[in-house]
């Protein structure tokens, strides 16, 4: 049997704004570092081989504290732009609350939450500066959907995360709710249709135990 850990970074800044975040990189606030050790507290005892995240900070810093709490800083980390959250093109900092005002409940909840929606696109991509500097700038993206992340974080798992798993080594994914959300939706083979009510919590560890076929004996999503 092996290990599988998912944990939504803790609570960011755009998190307690109530803003759209996506790509913006922002930082954990101060309850955002208690989740993580909460998160942390919750997985002691538990031993894992590599840990998968995100190049945004939030997610990075989530996976340092559990490492740390852990003692588990020698593990190696990969972090890599397939895990970051879904971009929310042009709603990125803008307050959620304001956009069903001006746009509608059903329209924001389409954008949010359905698989295929996309939010309203940037006029051009973000410059590849920093993490992105080795970017072809065609493929950066201006919007996500779900469905177009999900095309670049399953990939990953699948050429990253599975063959540790299949070789008996835990694995630790540290990343964003709309990242976990395509994860869970290809792990658990939930439909398109039903993955728009799969919710992720800030700081919560979803533990799966797998067989070495990968195929899941007990999932523990909501134990936590």
Do not use: C
């Not at 942390?40 to 995240?53: D, I, M, N, Q, S």
């Not at 409940?105 to 954008?111: A, D, G, K, S, T």
């Not at 919710?199 to 067989?211: C, I, K, M, R, S």
């Amino acid at each position: 049997m092996v290990k599988l850990v998912m944990v939504r970074h803790g609570e960011s800044i755009a998190n307690a704004l109530n803003q759209y975040t996506g790509w913006n990189d922002v930082d954990l606030t101060h309850e955002g570092v208690m989740q993580a050790h909460e998160a942390a507290k919750k997985l002691k005892g538990f031993y894992f081989e590599h840990v998968h995240t995100s190049v945004l900070q939030r997610a990075i810093k989530t996976a340092y504290i559990i490492q740390d709490d852990l003692d588990l800083n020698y593990v190696p980390i990969t972090k890599t732009w397939r895990l970051n959250e879904r971009h929310y093109g042009a709603l990125r900092g803008l307050n959620k609350d304001d956009t069903r005002k001006e746009y509608g409940l059903e329209q924001v909840h389409l954008w949010r939450r359905s698989f295929y929606s996309v939010p309203p696109a940037l006029s051009k991509p973000d410059p590849t500066t920093g993490p992105y500097k080795y970017f072809d700038q065609n493929m950066m993206p201006v919007a996500e959907s779900l469905y177009e992340a999900y095309q670049r974080i399953i990939p990953y798992y699948v050429d990253h995360v599975a063959p540790g798993l299949l070789d008996g080594k835990n694995q630790l994914i540290v990343a964003h709710g709309s990242t976990i959300r395509a994860l869970i939706k290809y792990i658990e083979g939930i439909s398109d249709k039903d993955i728009d009510g799969v919710e992720v919590a800030n700081g919560t560890p979803l533990v799966y135990d797998f067989d070495d076929k990968l195929n899941i004996i007990n999932d523990n999503r909501q134990r936590y």
